[in-house]
């Protein structure tokens, strides 16, 4: 009994890593600087230029 619970332990810290690993690399695909540039521009209505954007899964997307 104690060892099927840590086979299911282990099975789930491993899907919570590769879940946590892809839904990084779908953010940092997605929040590249053109993309930043166009929402910026299409929401406030003006010119903008973004040179780098940081992403952090955990804590604060920085945009420079």
Do not use: H
């Not at 086979?7 to 695909?29: D, E, F, K, N, T």
Request: with cysteine; hydrophobic share 60%; charged share 20%.
């Amino acid at each position: 009994m104690k060892r099927k619970l840590l086979i299911s332990a282990l099975l789930l810290l491993v899907l919570v890593l590769a879940g946590a690993l892809v839904a990084r690399q779908l953010l940092i695909g997605y929040l590249t600087p053109d993309f930043v540039v166009r929402q910026i521009e299409q929401r406030w209505n003006c010119r903008a230029e973004v040179e780098a954007v940081e992403v952090a899964l955990i804590g604060n997307a920085t945009v420079k």
